[in-house]
């Protein structure tokens, strides 16, 4: 019986180094096709990730992954809120026509949060602009948008295809909030908006698409419902589905991946989860573009204590990557579960992962989904585990392969329900733990995380060793914002 290990039992020895923190890139890959400029993706959990988190993972130069404890229109429409929310040319943008009531412009503003509308005839070509400043709700509500509208002819306006880099030109030369491109017989072809060039200069690192769009996630689960899942999320423009299940060296999942790929062999598919060198054979062999490796090392996970199954976290990681090398392969790894701070993140991607997947550390901020509860003077917010008996009640119970089972006390689950302390915006949590994986490259004079993993010397510590790692001999001290003294 051989030994296994996880993040706790090591440690990583210092080198010889000339790399300052701020010197160190965190660039990765999530698939040879997405680049990472910050190697961090949040779960595709129900108390995790929905459009806020994707949003604010993506503006960093991460992924977010949106859960699938939604119905196919709400998770689509998620999708598409990430989508739309930064882009440089956006192409088929929301229009109305001259005659609609300010009612609908009024509406499209609640909803999609526009504020200008383009105004287009019956044949696609720019009449106008409608914004809200143009009228005046509940007293305009009935009048036609062409009444309120700014006619073509006081806009300022691009005509034939031009590069975002001219078209920002002219945003800032005319001061204009939005700019509208037109083909040369008038028709409205895409709209640039001076709030996307702010959000450029704001966020260098956000991980976009080649449209300029953030990149975002989906998970579709196995089986058929997960292929009508994904014919509708690639539509919606998801850049990477994730076939996300308990146990991802199985027949279905292994089926639902090659007709998949079949339908769609250029679209990013990742899958999992697993812990075995045989099971990334499998599903390379597949097609899988990504492999997720981790059976029960999550917080709220319970799947090792219920089916007695699984591996611990770091040999799981060790053992996959040795077999993707030993293959030729440079299908990326993605470490998920069991992060409890920045140094297991060092520890995850210097083992062979490319980037790491975190529920726990991203939950109970203002970015999650839910609502912030207040229990004994203090605030919390609900984290749960996809396996637990409310999500699965919800949706996830086929990733745990019950998805026959129609009563919630016919389920056996393999996660819990708890809380989280509250935590702010997520922004603050990624900044800490960006800065505490560089201070660990700096350590190891690793400028990137390939030479992290080259240069990387794993020791094992004793039980003594980790009370060590921590603060000790104290009879208290203040708090960290990247320490809690639960760890």
Do not use: W
């Amino acid at each position: 019986m051989r030994e296994t290990l996880t993040f706790d039992d090591v440690l990583l020895v210092p080198q010889k180094s000339d790399v300052l923190p701020k010197d160190a890139h965190l660039t990765s890959f999530l698939t040879h096709e997405i680049k990472l400029n910050l190697p961090f993706l949040s779960a595709p959990m129900d108390t995790v990730t929905e459009h806020g988190m994707a949003i604010a993972l993506a503006l960093s130069g991460g992924l977010g992954i949106i859960h699938k404890n939604l119905s196919l229109e709400q998770q689509v429409a998620e999708v598409r809120c990430v989508k739309r929310f930064e882009n440089g040319f956006i192409e088929n943008p929301v229009t109305v026509k001259p005659d609609d009531k300010i009612l609908k412009v009024d509406k499209i503003k609640s909803e999609l949060g526009f504020k200008k509308v383009p105004v287009c005839d019956e044949g696609g070509r720019l009449v106008g602009l409608i914004s809200d400043v143009d009228y005046y709700m509940p007293d305009d509500a009935e009048a036609p948008v062409r009444e309120r509208m700014r006619p073509l002819g006081e806009l300022k306006i691009a005509v034939g295809k031009i590069e975002l880099d001219e078209a920002n030109r002219l945003l800032r030369m005319f001061r204009l909030k939005t700019l509208c491109v037109v083909d040369e017989s008038g028709k409205l072809a895409s709209i640039v908006t001076r709030k996307d060039l702010e959000k450029n200069q704001t966020y260098p690192l956000a991980c976009k698409n080649k449209h300029k769009q953030l990149r975002v996630g989906a998970a579709i689960g196995a089986g058929e419902f997960a292929l009508a899942r994904a014919d509708a999320l690639v539509a919606a423009g998801a850049d990477a589905l994730v076939i996300d299940t308990a146990h991802g060296h199985s027949e279905g999942v292994l089926e639902t991946l090659r007709r998949v790929k079949q339908k769609y062999p250029y679209q990013p598919v990742l899958a999992g989860n697993i812990a075995t060198g045989a099971a990334a054979r499998d599903l390379i062999e597949a097609g899988a573009d990504a492999i997720k490796v981790g059976i029960g090392p999550g917080s709220i996970c319970t799947t090792r204590v219920v089916s007695g199954v699984g591996m611990p976290q770091l040999t799981a990681i060790m053992d996959v990557a040795e077999t993707v090398r030993a293959m030729g392969s440079q299908t990326p790894l993605i470490a998920d579960g069991g992060i409890k701070n920045s140094g297991d993140i060092v520890k995850a991607l210097a083992a062979g992962a490319s980037s790491v997947m975190m529920g726990n550390m991203f939950a109970g901020t203002d970015e999650a989904p839910g609502r912030v509860e207040f229990l004994n003077g203090r605030m919390y917010k609900v984290y749960r585990g996809m396996g637990s008996l409310e999500a699965m009640d919800r949706g996830s119970k086929d990733r745990y392969g019950q998805c026959d089972v129609s009563e919630k006390n016919k389920l056996v689950p393999e996660g819990v329900s708890g809380r989280v302390p509250y935590k702010g915006h997520v922004a603050r949590i990624i900044f800490q733990l960006a800065g505490g994986v560089k201070s660990g490259m700096g350590y190891l004079g690793a400028r990137t995380i390939p030479a992290l993993q080259q240069k990387a010397e794993f020791i094992k510590i004793s039980s003594s060793g980790v009370r060590e790692n921590h603060p000790h001999d104290l009879l208290s001290f203040d708090a960290a914002p990247n320490y809690r003294a639960d760890e």
